[in-house]
């Protein structure tokens, strides 16, 4: 099962920051989920608001600021605590400082319709020119942004984010030709999964910050988890995996339970 870190590595450093990715990256985490923003001048920037009022030192619309005004911003409010200040960065600068990475969640919020279609030529000329095509998906709740997208360019993948059981979604993650389903882990069961496998669709659970619901999500046969505690949770099934002990499942289990990520 695939560790996906959440905004970076949110639960351990400024969500969305290059500092949150760089302590992740140095753990071993080489695949990560990220929200994107355009920016006044037209850049896709890294901030899950569409107002930089909750994380930052500054208060208005993401859609106010060049994308280098908003590097310069500290964005440590509300987030973990950290040493240095650490801006909103774009996404290419964290494509140019990370050139290794395995996969990337890039998720589009929901925004007007005119910032949605520059951010989605941009997300497109990006991923054309820097040849990520394996190496992300673009992924949305928004259904107009992501039939954008696969009009563009059929070669993208792309991948809904659902929150709701209706409408159905994997009925409609397919209708939109997406490969990844990005699922609330709450609404994840053994049907739905296997419904999933059928369609050859990934299935990525969010947010999951206890052990004890990852191996439940696992032995449902689940892709991968976005989490906000990427390093711990990276840790423990590589320490599983090092193991020489196969312990049965009730062992196993019983042992997860006493192992709870911190609280957020």
């Known amino acids: 099962m695939i560790v996906y870190g959440h905004r970076g590595a949110k639960g351990e450093a400024p969500e969305n920051t290059l500092p949150g990715f760089r302590h992740a990256y140095r753990q071993g985490v080489r695949h990560f989920e ?14 899950h608001d569409l107002t930089v009022d909750r994380t930052t030192d500054q208060k208005g619309e993401v859609a106010q600021y ?30 140019d400082q990370f050139q290794d990475l395995e996969h990337l969640q890039l998720e589009v919020k929901s925004d007007s319709r005119a910032r949605l279609n520059i951010l ?3 997300l497109t000329e990006i991923i054309q020119h820097r040849n990520l095509y394996q190496t992300a998906a673009i992924t949305s709740a928004d259904t107009w ?7 563009r360019n059929k070669r993208i993948r792309t991948g809904l ?4 059981r209706f409408p159905r979604p994997i009925g409609l993650a397919a209708r939109l030709g997406c490969e990844y389903l990005c699922i609330n882990w709450k609404l994840c069961s053994p049907q739905l999964v296997e419904n999933a496998r059928r369609r050859e669709m990934h299935v990525s659970c969010w947010t999951v910050n206890s052990i004890q619901d990852m191996l439940r999500l696992e032995a449902m046969g689940i892709d991968s988890v976005i989490t906000d505690y990427p390093t711990s949770t990276r840790m423990f099934f590589d320490n599983r995996a090092r193991s020489s002990l ?8 019983k042992q997860a339970d006493n192992i709870v990520l911190p609280a957020d």
């Open 120 to 122: 989605c030529n941009r």
């Open 145 to 151: 942004f992501l039939k954008e997208i696969r009009r």
């Open 246 to 253: 196969s312990l049965p499942e009730r062992n196993e289990n």
């Open 34 to 47: 990220l929200d994107l923003v355009l920016s006044k001048d037209g850049k896709p920037v890294l901030v």
């Open 66 to 95: 060049t994308a280098a005004e908003l590097a310069a911003m500290d964005a440590r409010n509300n987030t973990s605590p950290w040493p240095s200040p650490a801006g909103i960065p774009s996404l290419e600068d964290l494509l």
């Open 161 to 164: 984010v659902a929150e709701r």
